[in-house]
């Protein structure tokens, strides 16, 4: 592998403004590093080598005439495919929406490529973003560049392995329940999930709006700070946009300190079904932060034992509704019932989603389709949403005493393929840690705390009130450094290498 795939995003743009490498020599560096390991990783579902390295060589002739460009003009980025993306297939990972391509871009698209970042391609996921595993996608799983034989987490598996496996230096993911933080915990990378309403929504596939959210997939703070500063800002496009402006943490980053700062430790997101070297490394992590000045202390959130049992009939409710315009007349696969030579539309429709939704969409349309009916309305939606609106309350709670709440990210390591993919509670335990602040709203990061006794990473989960983004990259940054300097090296770095990777 060259050192232009190893380096980081903020590396690569120092020297891209320096002259000393040009973007397209970057993009087909990474190019060449996908189609060297992608055969066995699996991290994407398409690649425009062709759009991309267009897309480099225009950015180098307008840096050779002397133009002023963003700074992440050149660099590439690997997009979930569940971002509506022009000339590019947007399947969610479904064979519903198998070979379609979207006739326009999402705002965060059009953001980056605003940017003039060339996009390499779509990465896997989770059908329709339901799961912890990259496993339940139409196109196969994703495995973990780690060990090929472990699930990169999920929903966005692909966006995390591509960055762990070297494949791109920047990604966006999105997050329901943790799927851009639970993948980053299990492959050693960092994923942010920002403030609700700060990164429009407007083009993503909707699962459960109102509580997904776009973010940056990186190898670090720094370059996550990079890309989330590209797509923040208010859409009007987008009715649940902030129209605030969004938190500066790009300067975060660059001013990074805890010294006082009060970190808040979640009892409740680290008890049982918790490893004990998934604890061992994020208490090493907690002691980091006091040598370098913060002040620790616990802070219990009851509510958040209810979280699990909550999102699970809220998001299946949003699901239910979201998912009902696949119905093979207004979008997606349509197939003919058999045995009927003048099916009905209901027909029609019931063969068509029988044919283009796998196991877990159904399940899933199936409970909130449940909880949504008029004899099960209150007790359990309704119920839900007074549990919802418990876990917020206790957040603002918690912030009024302490800046910042930390936890473990995901309860294991990675686990091996296959283990859980029929034990759906097992896989929705995954997120225990995770769902809380998708049921708040409120901003959180996962980064690695370092390895296992197996090798695998473990990952640390920092969570900030609304709209204080800029301190999880605060504590972020200076809790990272920590731990390269105890590493000696960043984690990423020690990836295996991977059979004829350049």
Known sequence: MDDITRSSANDLAERLTRGELSSEEITRAFLDRVEATDQTIRAFVHVDAEAALATARRIDQ??????????????PVAIKDIVNTTGMPTTCGSRMLQGWISPYDATIIERIKACDMPIVGKTNLDEFAMGSSTERSFFGPTRNPWDTDRVPGGSGGGSAAAIAAHQAPLAIGTDTGGSIRQPSALTGTVGVKPTYGTVSRYGIVSMASSLEHAGPVAQSVA?????HDVIAGHDPRDSTSSDSAPP????????????????????????????????????????????????????????FVHAVAAYYLVMPSEVSSNLAR???????????????????????M??????????????RIILGTYAL??????????????????IAADFAAAFSNVDVLMSPTAPT???PLGEKID?????????????PANLAGVPAMSLPSGLAENDLPTGVQLMAPMRADDRLYQAGAVLESLLIDRWGEPLLNRVPSMEGAP
């Open 423 to 435: 034990d759906p509670l097992a896989m929705y335990a995954q997120d225990t840690a995770t769902i």
């Open 62 to 75: 307008r840096r050779a005439a002397g133009e002023q460009l963003h700074r992440l003009a050149g660099l």
């Open 373 to 390: 009916s008029s004899g099960s309305y209150d007790a359990h939606y309704g119920a839900a949403q007074r549990v919802r609106t418990q």
């Open 326 to 348: 696949f119905d093979a007349m207004r979008y997606g696969l349509r197939v003919p019932p058999a045995g009927s030579a003048a099916p009905s539309a209901d027909q029609v």
């Open 248 to 303: 500066a943490v790009r300067d975060a980053v660059s001013t990074a300190d805890v010294t006082g700062m009060r970190i808040g430790l979640v009892p409740e997101l680290s008890g049982a079904g918790f490893a004990p070297e998934v604890l061992a490394r994020f208490n090493e992590a907690a002691e980091l932060l006091a040598s370098a000045g913060a002040q620790i202390v616990e802070v219990s959130c009851p509510s």
């Open 350 to 363: 019931a063969a068509s989603r029988d044919a283009g939704f796998g196991d877990e969409v159904k399940r």
């Open 413 to 415: 390591t990675a686990f």
């Open 223 to 227: 370059d996550a700070a990079l890309l």
